[in-house]
């Protein structure tokens, strides 16, 4: 899996040198610190999961932390907000395998558990906290772990800022995250069914199709911790795919987003061209250039907003002269072939009339002409999408491919 994982990425940087002349600038380069970030996270073990615990003030994360890992290593209390800092807990065994990945996060505190030898689990800070730089922390760390567990408590499971700031936004990350309603010894056992239905209505809100939930009560006053080994043991049994779930959905994220920058797949360019050249070179041989120029025009500012990029710049450019490109073309198209009246017979008043010969190849002249000049300076651009949407459909073969219940 490693090595197919890196020849996707190496089709993915491919595709995005193909596409840089295609797109508006700096707009590829999210996808291209993605690919650096899947690309740092397979230097290290993908066995081992490193997964966080993320939610709101109270709602007992740090609690969770602990009673997952056996220890009272993360801080528990009641001030907001009491986690200021991110704290791993790596496998003891495991340590040096792990700790250059976790150290590559960022501001991230860390200690050791003897625990869970396939779980490096981090404590973030609170996601609603009134501290600014503890909430950039934890925006920060989520795209950079394999799975997240969110935290919500009894009271707050629909907590506003929680959904429409985290929840809503990472909903195609769904399969690398794992819901936690805490605190659950605080309401009787017959609520808890209409709690968890209720949450599930909201991530449902929030676009999730299926959404795994827990209940626990991870610090309870006067008992000892429920729930936990039920998570601990969902986790573990997706634990060898968690790495590589997350990043298949990061490459599946980055395809979508190509797919809206290449623009338009279905564009007929040529057909639709044919009939503006038709109708322009028609107008001009009847003396409407000011016409023709306007369906020129019209024509390339249509196709300049189904691009990004320099193919956009130079469609607009081509645009933004198309009067003087057909004026001009057309007092050479007659310099070349001046007009040469064929006599056909005489009218009253001794008036000849007839046909002018020279008209036909006039207009193949012009039309060839107004092609070069126009429509041509396009058509690199057009292929060269075109080379990059082909490139990148291959690209998400690739990735759907690599899915373990993939045919």
Not at 187 to 213: C, H, K, T, W
Not at 247 to 259: F, G, I, S, W, Y
Request: charged share 25%; proline share 4%; aromatic share 6%.
């Amino acid at each position: 899996m490693h090595d197919q994982l890196v020849d996707v990425l190496d089709r993915l940087d491919a595709t995005l040198a193909q596409s840089k002349d295609f797109v508006a600038e700096g707009a590829l380069d999210p996808t291209a610190i993605m690919a650096r970030k899947i690309r740092n996270r397979l230097d290290y073990p993908l066995d081992l999961a490193v997964v966080a615990i993320a939610g709101g003030t109270g709602s007992g994360k740090s609690s969770l932390f602990n009673a997952v890992l056996g220890s009272d290593r993360a801080e528990v209390g009641g001030l907001r907000p009491t986690t200021s800092r991110a704290l791993a807990s790596l496998p003891t065994n495991r340590r040096r395998e792990i700790l250059g990945y976790v150290e590559s996060l960022g501001d991230v505190d860390t200690t050791t558990h003897d625990v869970l030898p396939w779980l490096t689990l981090i404590d973030l800070p609170d996601t609603d906290s009134v501290e600014v730089d503890h909430r950039l922390v934890v925006s920060n760390l989520l795209p950079k772990v394999d799975a997240v567990v969110w935290m919500v408590d009894i009271e707050k499971y629909r907590d506003r800022s929680l959904h429409h700031q985290f929840l809503r936004p990472l909903r195609n990350y769904e399969a690398q995250f794992v819901f936690v309603i805490n605190q659950i010894d605080r309401v009787p056992q017959a609520e808890i069914p209409a709690l968890v239905a209720d949450f599930r209505d909201a991530l449902v809100e929030d676009g999730y199709r299926s959404p795994d939930i827990h209940t626990i009560a991870a610090g309870p006053i006067l008992s000892s911790p429920q729930g936990i080994d039920g998570l601990v043991r969902a986790l573990s049994n997706r634990a060898d795919g968690l790495a590589v779930d997350r990043m298949l959905a990061d490459l599946d994220a980055a395809v979508a987003d190509l797919h809206g920058l290449l623009g338009d797949p279905t564009l007929d360019f040529e057909t639709q061209w044919q009939t503006a050249l038709e109708e322009a070179i028609t107008m001009a041989a009847e003396g409407e250039i000011v016409a023709g120029s306007r369906v020129l025009a019209a024509f390339f500012l249509n196709i300049a907003d189904g691009q990004s990029g320099t193919g956009a710049e130079e469609s607009i450019a081509v645009a933004a002269h198309a009067g003087e490109t057909l004026g001009q073309a057309h007092r050479d198209a007659l310099e070349q072939f001046p007009p040469h009246i064929a006599r056909e017979g005489r009218r009253r008043f001794g008036r000849s009339s007839g046909t002018d010969t020279a008209s036909a190849d006039r207009q193949t002249w012009l039309r060839s002409r107004i092609d070069e000049l126009t429509a041509s300076r396009i058509r690199p651009f057009l292929h060269g999408r075109g080379v990059a949407r082909a490139n990148l459909a291959g690209l998400a073969v690739d990735v759907a491919a690599l899915r373990p219940n993939a045919e």
